[in-house]
């Protein structure tokens, strides 16, 4: 949660600062503000809203400074408010300081600040760390360089919980001080000229190499040096990473938001992610797993651990890898996995999913898995982000920059990668006939083109969402793998529209949930497994006898049941249809908020990269 920028360097600060506030606010848009340091003291300019409220503040664009911190706000502690609003300054207003994370301690430590006559005007934890550096720096009775990080270590080693901050000081006006733990921090290089940020999509316009902060590792960064230290200010090197992203991946390109472009993007998505993974008549490669067929068959149960919509990708890779490879697969949401002692050790594998790489659940359930003895896996979209560096193994999806906080591409390359990675097992445990696991892999580099086809079927999607648009409740309808769409489906539509949605096993409406259903309400059903369709129809069958209004997803032959909509999409084997399947309930999501008026990239109080519990 939460979005931070900084720029020092030799161009004006405040346009850069905007930029990368604007291109972080899927990662929050409660407040925004900037601090710079302008005639040798800091000036402070933030509001509520959103960043084009900040961008309207008077004066803002007359200042000149070359360095500053901005920051963007999903509000924890406090309500949205221009005095909740980041950055917050201690007393003497000597430092500036802006926070992405959560300080847990911060009631004790406003307690203890309080004692020692500091004075606090916001209801925000972020507040106390200005005033113990400034505490910390007054104590310091040695006067050199080193002072101002000093004060900075001191003031980090009293928080509990987790942070990435940007500090800069009015007494040091030619450098800013950055430190992480739990929350991502990235930091970008130029010529005479370096930039700080949140999240890669903000800064990547102007550099692509980076580098990538570890937990307690704090950076003095100048116009032309940045330094690396750790928790005891040792000084030590790092290396540079360069990304490959394409800037303009992270922009909307002529279309109307993020959200549409990444839907029609997932073409390309998924293409990228196959890559040369997967090839016919050729076995498999993940060059970055040594698997062996004897480690493999000592696996007694396959974990997969994600939150939201990466748990619904994880749903649809148990199927799979339990369909070919014979390992039981349990699917957990990683804020209940991580509490709830799960039984785990060294012949257990567990697999963790993340978009950002930065999701806090995810990665806590991560370290608890490694603490009892199993193998964790990590996939994630971003390269070096903090779950693939915990992992022991890592592989990564390459969807590009996903900017939307309604996920659509970055679900279905999940689940392209895991029918892989599946595909990778069985071929080393010789679990599955070739011709199947041949049959599949056609499937799957079938799928750009497949997924083409459905883009090109709007209309009747659009005619939906307007006869739709305006009810409250709505019912999604799967079995087996379609269960999971029905999940995920039934997550877009409460994310961006705000309508009332539950999904259920088709099988399960009769042991309760029928009673629901009235006289128009929309029902949205998915058959996409042969050995299912009669089953599914009976169900769907039972609600428009009961006077629902329904739409099916199907790509296998229906009698006439008098479905209100059917949307056709093409056939393919029933372990990846989500793949299929997802992108008309996706777009329905879209047009349905669009037919509201409402903002579908920044739906309300929902932020892209959840980096706190």
Same mark, same amino acid.
């Given at each position: ?17 905007? $930029? ?6 899927y ?8 601090? %710079?340091?302008? $005639? ?9 809203g959103?960043?084009?409220?900040l ?14 911190i901005?920051h ?6 406090? *309500? ?21 994370g ?13 004692s020692k006559?500091?004075t606090?005007?916001?209801q ?5 760390i ?8 007054s @104590? ?19 928080l ?6 940007e500090?800069?000081?009015? #007494?040091?006006?030619e ?10 921090l990235?930091i970008?290089t130029?010529?005479k ?10 800064i990547?316009?102007? +550099? ?5 902060l570890d937990?307690n590792e704090?950076?003095v ?18 290396a540079?990473?360069?990304? &490959? ?5 992270a =922009? ?12 029609? =993007? ?20 993940? &060059?970055d #797993? ?8 000592t ?5 997969i651990v ?8 994880g ?6 890898? &339990?369909?070919?490879? @014979? ?19 060294? *012949? ?6 993340? /978009? ?5 659940d995810?990665?806590a ?7 009892k ?14 779950? +693939? ?14 900017i939307? %906080?309604?996920?659509?591409?970055a679900? +279905? ?5 895991l ?9 080393i445990?010789?679990?599955?006939d070739k ?14 083109? *497949?997924i ?5 079927n709007? =209309? ?12 409250k409740?709505?019912?999604?309808? !799967? ?7 029905? #999940? ?22 009769k042991? !309760?949930?029928i ?6 309400v ?10 299912? %369709?009669?089953?599914?129809i009976?169900?769907? /069958?039972? %609600?428009?006898?009961?006077?629902? *209004? ?10 006439? $049941? ?8 093409p ?6 249809s ?7 309930l996706q777009?329905?999501s879209?047009y349905?908020?669009?037919?509201k008026?409402?903002?579908?990239d920044?739906p309300?109080?929902?932020a @892209?990269?959840?980096?706190? =519990?």
């Amino acid at each position: 949660m939460c979005g931070i920028v900084g720029y020092v360097g030799e161009k004006k600060a405040t346009p850069i600062l905007i $930029n990368g506030l604007l291109k972080l606010e899927y990662r929050g848009y409660d407040s925004a503000g900037i601090a %710079v340091i302008e $005639n040798n003291n800091i000036e402070v300019l933030k509001d509520k809203g959103r960043v084009c409220n900040l961008e309207s503040i008077d004066g803002i664009d007359k200042l000149a400074s070359t360095i500053g911190i901005a920051h963007t706000r999903w509000a924890t502690h406090g *309500k949205p408010s221009k005095e909740n609003s980041h950055p917050h300054t201690d007393n003497s207003k000597t430092f500036a300081v802006v926070h992405n994370g959560i300080i847990e301690n911060y009631n004790e430590l406003r307690d203890f600040l309080i004692s020692k006559g500091y004075t606090f005007y916001s209801q925000t934890d972020t507040e106390t760390i200005p005033n113990l550096i400034h505490y910390y720096f007054s @104590k310091d009775e040695i006067n050199d360089n080193n002072r101002f990080l000093r004060a900075v270590r001191c003031a980090c080693n009293d928080l509990k919980g987790s942070y990435a901050i940007e500090v800069i000081s009015k #007494l040091f006006p030619e450098l800013c001080i950055v430190v992480r733990k739990d929350s991502p921090l990235v930091i970008g290089t130029g010529n005479k000229e370096n930039y700080i940020a949140s999240d890669i999509p903000a800064i990547l316009s102007f +550099t692509k190499n980076f580098y990538l902060l570890d937990d307690n590792e704090y950076t003095v960064i100048t116009k032309d040096s940045i330094s690396f230290y750790d928790n005891n200010l040792e000084k030590h090197n790092k290396a540079i990473k360069s990304i &490959e992203w394409d800037a303009s991946s992270a =922009e909307k390109d002529g279309y109307d938001d993020y959200m549409l472009k990444e839907i029609f =993007e997932q073409p390309n998505s998924i293409r990228e992610t196959i890559g040369s993974r997967l090839k016919l008549d050729e076995k498999c490669d993940f &060059e970055d #797993l040594n698997f062996s067929k004897e480690y493999l068959s000592t696996i007694n149960k396959i974990y997969i651990v994600a939150c939201g919509t990466a748990m619904h990708a994880g749903l649809s890779g148990k199927t799979i890898i &339990e369909k070919l490879c @014979k390992i039981p697969v349990i699917v957990d949401i990683a804020s209940e996995f991580r509490y709830r002692d799960p039984l785990i050790d060294n *012949k257990t594998l567990c697999i963790y999913i993340s /978009q950002s790489g930065e999701t806090a659940d995810t990665i806590a359930a991560l370290k608890l898995a490694k603490s009892k003895g199993a193998k964790t896996l990590a996939i994630s979209n971003v390269i070096g982000s903090s779950i +693939t560096r915990e992992a022991d193994y890592s592989i990564y999806t390459h969807a590009g920059p996903e900017i939307a %906080v309604a996920s659509t591409k970055a679900y +279905t390359s999940q689940i392209v990668l895991l029918a892989i990675l599946a595909i990778y097992f069985a071929e080393i445990l010789e679990s599955s006939d070739k011709e199947t696991l041949e049959n599949l892999k056609s499937d799957i580099l079938d799928l750009p083109t *497949k997924i083409g086809i459905v883009l090109d079927n709007l =209309e009747p999607i659009k005619d939906f969402a307007k006869s739709v648009y305006t009810q409250k409740d709505m019912f999604f309808l !799967g079995r087996g793998t379609d269960y999971n769409v029905a #999940l995920e489906g039934s997550l877009k539509l409460k994310e961006i529209s705000y309508i009332h949605s539950e999904a259920y096993a088709a099988g399960e409406l009769k042991h !309760g949930p029928i009673a629901l259903i009235e006289n128009g309400v929309t029902v949205i059903g998915i058959i996409t497994d042969s050995s299912l %369709v009669e089953k599914c129809i009976s169900n769907i /069958q039972e %609600v428009i006898t009961r006077g629902a *209004k329904t739409l099916v997803i199907s790509n296998q032959i229906l009698p006439n $049941n008098h479905f209100d909509y059917v949307i056709d999409i093409p056939s393919t084997s029933c372990l990846i249809s989500p793949i299929l399947s997802v992108i008309p309930l996706q777009l329905l999501s879209y047009y349905i908020s669009k037919n509201k008026g409402l903002d579908v990239d920044k739906p309300r109080n929902l932020a @892209k990269s959840v980096t706190v =519990e």
